[in-house]
């Protein structure tokens, strides 16, 4: 069942096992007037509790929880027919924590520290289908694309859904200054395309980076005998 | 077809070939005295064997023969026999004169009107072997009379009945020596030579057997021992074994010279032949064996008709297997191997023939010149085979050092990287780790701490703590994995500054290009640019009043060396000379000389610009 108000506000479930963070964002999100908090869980276990309940627009989590890591739960909304955003709370934005999240399916990420207007912003952003990438990310993703193509000559099969798993032109392009430090504004001017365009871009390129990393996961669960085709 | 005829007839074994059958033809011719020498050809012959000096000659029975004189011939199976001739000079000569005698079976001792003119040696117990070996009396001043001379020649020999007389010449000495040289040269010192050269190849030959283990060397170096053996027995006119041993030698060496080159032969063309081998090894063996132990009346009858014919016919199947292997191979070396068999078998023919057949035994052997020819074609064509062996080996040799070079550098090319490779794992591992202690440990605490400062409202405390995150942050950043690459550098500071300025209503004006790698560019370095940039831009947002900042960033040489340049310019009133220099300039130049950039500050009442210039090429 999914709560859904049309045409706002946008319904948010934060998981923060920090009561102070949680806390913190939980007051942000109520300030925002076009967003509506839907519950704040420490555990895993009661996040799943509130999911079965009803399910968010939007659900913040952080990835260091007291009874797993956030990232299964990342995985299974991603699995669900549910539409959901998937924002990852993280204190640095470091490339390995907002990787492993794209990875397992979520579509953005919010720094800890933000405060309340950055929040907002951040949330409403998500929901409108941009999604932020750092600089070090584009950089990262970059190599391991350039290198999945390299190896792709190699037979890695291609996805469940029959795409192309490497970038196309313009996605490289628009990976390409966001490493070098422009943000999604003067991208758009620079390649003259909306600013829409580039936030969808990225948008693709994290679904493509989190296809990829499942088809992996099965390809090699299949290589090793643990799931057959048809079962 | 026709390319075959010129493939054998212009080749240099068929060459040779002729010019060897063309020696030997001048050989014989060389034998054959001058016209101006008497050659005294019916002569008396004395068969008594108790007669002891030429004047016991008187009554004794005589028979009128021509010489040459082949006892076994007539029947003679004695021992000793005299022959007595008459010259009859008009005027006896002013001149020194000589006496030739080719060939004797065995020696002969002479007489000039009852003088004793010479003998070939010894004479009894055995006589001394002067078949193959010309003899020369210079007959002294005076000697020889006016009307009739009497010449007489005791001939003996060992064993019995093998005796012979060879022609008898006379004349001036002048004339009659340089033929008796001629003839010495070629039947002795030629021979002599011959000699020398088998042994010191055998022994060579034997060395290079030794040292290879190759069995074909070995066979060689017999073969030219049987060679050997074969031209001594022709060698020793004073030796101590009756004639009869001398001769079984010869034999031997005749016969076992056939038998090695058939085992050479097998082993050389690469033909296992084995019931072969056996089969003549056998017949030497056994051969041998018979021939020692016959009588002597038996010996030479043997000898002849079943030794001898059986050498040749040994002989003639290494004839017909070399040319087999040549019309098989084509190669000059089996064509050069089968002429010279040819040349062998003809010579050995000719010999029996000779010695069996025909009784002008004087005539001599031919097969030990014969013999010189193969055997340095032999020895030259197995001495190529070896020195093709070697070279072959010698290049092989090389490939392999050549090749496990090349392997080692591979190995120690692949060993570095696997090295290096680790050693960034075992970095990024080490760096993840700190990365997530971090995370999860002082980033976590450090935001609360600054929000109950906040909820405090102690301002202050909020701040440096704040700061302290700050710095936290650029030092997580520095930890990133970025390639080398300034661009992501610059991205990410502006990520940390873009909420500083923004404060401060100033904005980033972004121009960084593509930028090549910056070698070099680790965490320690990268610490330090963003530190500088960081300190310019809050140089900018402190003091500058400015509304715009631009950062930019391009290739750009200096000094001949590519580089990077980073600027960070902005529009705001400059730095005061006046002014105290704060800590910050000092410290962005000490940065900048630790990371081995030139930072140059350019400042007017318009603006400020810091440049930091970095080299991208390896010095």
């Known amino acids: 069942m999914k709560c859904r108000s049309e045409p706002a506000p946008l319904s948010v479930l934060v998981v923060e096992d920090d009561p102070a963070a949680r806390g913190r964002i939980s007051d942000a999100i109520r300030e925002q007037p076009d967003m509506c908090l839907l519950d704040a869980v420490a555990s895993l276990a009661e996040a799943w509790r509130s999911l079965e309940n009803c399910w968010p627009d939007v659900v913040l989590v952080d990835l260091g929880l007291p009874d797993g890591d956030g990232t299964t739960l990342i995985q299974e909304i991603y699995t669900r027919p549910e539409c959901c955003e998937v924002m990852v709370i993280t204190v640095f934005g470091d490339e390995g924590h907002v990787l492993r999240a794209i990875e397992a399916g979520a579509t953005g990420y919010l720094l800890k520290e ?27 993703l970059l190599t391991r694309f350039r290198r999945q193509g390299e190896s792709r000559q190699g037979g890695v099969p291609e996805s469940e859904k029959g795409d192309p798993q490497g970038l196309t032109e313009r996605e490289v392009e628009v990976l390409r200054l966001i490493a070098k430090g422009y943000n999604s504004a003067e991208i758009s001017e620079l390649l003259g395309v909306t600013y829409h365009t580039v936030t969808s871009h990225i948008r693709n390129i994290y679904r493509k980076l989190a296809v990829h990393s499942r088809s992996e996961a099965v390809f090699e669960a299949v290589q090793r005998g643990l799931v057959e085709f048809g079962a | 077809m026709r390319q075959d005829l ?7 074994p068929v060459l040779t070939c002729l010019i060897v059958v063309l020696l030997f033809f001048l050989l014989v011719e060389q034998l054959s005295p001058e016209v101006n020498v008497l050659q005294l050809r019916e002569v008396s012959f004395f068969s008594a064997a108790e007669v002891e000096k030429p004047d016991a000659l008187a009554g004794v029975p005589r028979q009128r023969v021509l010489l040459p004189h082949n006892w076994n011939r007539h029947g003679f199976a004695g021992r000793d026999a005299w022959y007595q001739a008459q010259l009859r000079l008009n005027v006896p000569p002013n001149r020194l004169w000589g006496l030739y005698l080719p060939s004797v079976g065995s020696n002969a001792a002479i007489y000039l009107n009852g003088h004793f003119l010479g003998s070939g040696g010894r004479m009894t117990d055995p006589p001394a072997r002067n078949g193959f070996r010309p003899l020369y009396f210079a007959i002294p001043n005076g000697m020889l009379k006016p009307e009739v001379n009497e010449i007489v020649v005791h001939v003996t020999t060992d064993p019995a009945g093998r005796g012979f007389l060879g022609p008898l010449l006379m004349g001036p000495d002048k004339t009659l020596n340089p033929v008796y ?9 030629l021979v002599q030579f011959i000699a020398v050269s088998l042994l010191v190849s055998m022994f060579y030959v034997g060395a290079l057997a030794l040292k290879t283990n190759d069995p074909v060397y070995g066979y060689f170096a017999a073969l030219l021992g049987a060679c050997l053996l074969f031209d001594g027995s022709l060698l020793f006119p004073a030796s101590p074994l009756p004639g009869r041993w001398m001769d079984w030698l010869r034999m031997l060496g005749s016969g076992w010279l056939s038998v090695f080159l058939v085992l050479f032969l097998h082993r050389f063309l690469m033909l296992n032949r084995p019931r072969i081998d056996r089969y003549v090894l056998l017949w030497g063996g056994t051969g041998s064996l018979l021939l020692a132990f016959l009588p002597t009346s038996w010996l030479y009858q043997v000898s002849g008709y079943y030794w001898d014919v059986f050498t040749m016919i040994w002989g003639s199947y290494a004839l017909v297997t070399a040319f087999v292997a040549t019309r098989q191979s084509y190669s000059r070396e089996c064509w050069a191997l089968t002429l010279s068999i040819l040349v062998m078998l003809g010579a050995g023919l000719r010999d029996w023939i000779v010695y069996t057949e025909n009784p002008e035994r004087y005539h001599g052997t031919l097969l030990i010149y014969a013999v010189l020819y193969p055997m340095v074609i032999f020895g030259w064509v197995l001495l190529h085979r070896f020195t093709s062996a070697l070279s072959e080996a010698a290049t092989l040799n090389r490939e392999l050092e050549e090749r496990i070079a090349r392997r080692e550098t591979e190995l120690a090319v692949n060993y570095e990287r696997i090295n290096e490779a680790q050693q960034q794992q075992a970095l990024a591992e080490e760096r993840e780790r700190i990365m997530r202690d971090m995370h999860d440990g002082i980033g976590g605490q450090l935001i609360s701490a600054i929000n109950v400062a906040r909820k405090d409202a102690r301002v202050e405390l909020a701040d440096a703590l704040e700061t302290a995150l700050a710095d936290l942050r650029l030092m997580i950043d520095s930890f990133e994995p970025l390639d080398e690459d300034l661009g992501t550098v610059l991205g990410l500071i502006r990520m940390r500054l873009e909420k500083r300025i923004h404060n401060h209503n100033l904005k980033f004006v972004w121009r960084v290009e593509d930028l090549p790698r910056v070698p070099g560019l680790g965490p320690h370095k990268v610490l330090h640019v963003m530190r500088i940039i960081e300190e310019a831009v809050t140089n900018v947002v402190r003091h500058a009043r400015a509304s715009h900042i631009v950062v930019a960033a391009r290739t750009r040489e200096r000094e001949g060396r590519m580089g990077v340049i980073v600027e960070i310019i902005d529009d705001g009133k400059g730095i005061d000379p006046q002014a105290e220099r704060g800590c910050g300039l000092i410290n962005m130049h000490s940065r900048a000389n630790r990371i081995s950039a030139v930072l140059d500050v350019k400042t007017n009442s318009g603006g400020t610009a810091i440049q930091l210039w970095m080299p991208v090429s390896v010095p």
């Open chain 1, 114 to 140: 933000e405060d309340s207007d950055q929040i907002g912003r951040c949330i409403r952003q998500l929901a409108a289908g941009g999604s932020p990438m750092s600089a070090s990310i584009a950089r990262h």
């Open chain 2, 6 to 12: 010129r493939f054998f007839l212009l080749s240099w």
């Open chain 2, 181 to 189: 040289q001629r003839s010495y040269f070629i039947r002795v010192t």
